[in-house]
């Protein structure tokens, strides 16, 4: 075959990307199995019917669509938090809660590709289900603190909020579905310009218009809250502000509020978010690392009422940013004349733990210690009968 590209926004791996990806999933699996998180794994494809149902009609454009042999429309998963209700809806309805999930896949979305934007890429994440309380929304984003302490990161903030508070402000303004979504939108990006633009159109609350409008640069510790007093009339986005300091006040008993930060203006990007959202970013890198939220209504939709709460972490972004230059395990490059000895040496030095490479090509001294020098890590040893 002449042909040797591959389609776009998709990526073949080399050795050490590889290294870096496993080391990655094999550290988090053991910080996530630390709390009592247990693996699975679903389909890389679902019935569209699925997605939709979890995620809505609205991101269609984003889904790898393609036809079964039945007729059926089957959709490349593109998040595992819907791929993992339906599990929970189909094989744990009968389990004990809270049930502790975690997984790593890869997950497909149709982007425009660019550097840590790919269209197949890697996930692994956490979801506590079966629990509501402020306590478990706290014990995920500790692990998702957690985790990237592990990778040695320091400098990243977990940035924290919860969309009840936009959302009944929205609800009061009687605005039209299109005007807030378009609200929300400009939210989302903080176009503050034309967030400006569009509220002063708008024959809204002056005072409501404002608290809208100084949402997305609200950023820091609880004080902020104390900049808002609008919503403290709102009854709703009172119990979401009270539900926004318990979480923080459990972050702080696990010793993590210094990686926290309130940002009013994260709102995640899905409808299915109902509480709690939270997304984790490095200055080393320009896009999120991980982002997160309680979703107590997500199950419902395939028939089984559970609160559940997660986080997914961007195993391709991580990579980006993680020091290339870790430890290498040191390993061994074994030769000789005699196979018999080349092998029986490989294999005890394997027994005690190495890694271990035999010399294949009949290489002389010379050439196999100019191989050796050049590798990290490695050292010759070169079997003989004398």
């Not at 990161?153 to 919860?162: A, M």
């Not at 989302?188 to 310009?193: R, S, T």
């Not at 509220?199 to 809208?212: P, V």
Request: proline share 3%; aromatic share 8%.
């Amino acid at each position: 075959m002449k042909n040797k590209e591959i389609p776009k926004g998709v990526r073949d791996l080399l050795p050490d990307e590889v290294k870096v990806k496993r080391n990655i999933e094999q550290k988090a699996a053991e910080v996530f199995s630390s709390y009592g998180y247990q693996e699975v794994i679903t389909p890389t494809f679902e019935f569209l019917e699925v997605m939709e149902q979890g995620r809505g009609k609205d991101n269609r454009e984003e889904l790898f669509l393609f036809m079964d042999r039945e007729g059926g429309i089957l959709s490349l998963r593109p998040e595992m938090t819907v791929s993992i209700a339906r599990l929970a809806a189909t094989h744990l309805k009968d389990v004990e809660y809270p049930q502790r999930l975690f997984y790593i896949g890869n997950v497909f979305r149709h982007v425009q590709p660019h550097l840590a934007q790919y269209r197949e890429f890697w996930e692994l994440g956490v979801e506590l289900l079966g629990a509501a309380t402020p306590l478990a929304d706290a014990e995920v984003i500790n692990i998702a603190v957690k985790v990237l302490k592990e990778f040695g990161l320091k400098d990243f903030k977990v940035s924290l909020n919860h969309v009840e508070i936009f959302n009944s402000l929205l609800e009061e303004s009687g605005l039209s579905a299109d005007e807030k979504q378009l609200i929300r939108h400009l939210v989302v990006i903080k176009d503050l310009v034309e967030l400006s633009n569009v509220l002063e159109k708008l024959s809204i609350n002056e005072e409501l218009k404002e608290t809208i409008g100084m949402l997305p640069i609200l950023h820091g510790g609880l004080e902020i809250l104390e900049k808002v007093p609008y919503i403290q009339k709102n009854q709703k986005a009172s119990k979401a502000v009270q539900e926004l300091i318990n979480v923080y006040e459990a972050l702080k008993a696990f010793g993590v509020e210094d990686n926290i930060v309130l940002d009013m203006g994260v709102l995640r990007g899905l409808d299915y978010y109902t509480g709690i959202v939270f997304e984790g970013y490095s200055p080393e890198l320009g896009y999120g690392l991980l982002g997160g939220g309680r979703y107590d209504n997500l199950l419902e939709q395939f028939g089984f009422s559970c609160p559940a709460t997660g986080f997914a972490l961007g195993i391709d972004r991580l990579a980006l940013i993680l020091d290339k230059n870790g430890s290498e395990p040191k390993y061994y490059l074994v030769a000789g004349q005699d196979i018999n000895l080349v092998v029986t040496k490989a294999e005890e030095l394997r027994q005690k733990g190495y890694n271990v490479q035999i010399d294949v090509e009949g290489r002389s001294v010379e050439e196999l210690e100019k191989i050796a020098t050049a590798k990290n890590n490695c050292t010759l040893v070169y079997v003989d009968k004398d």
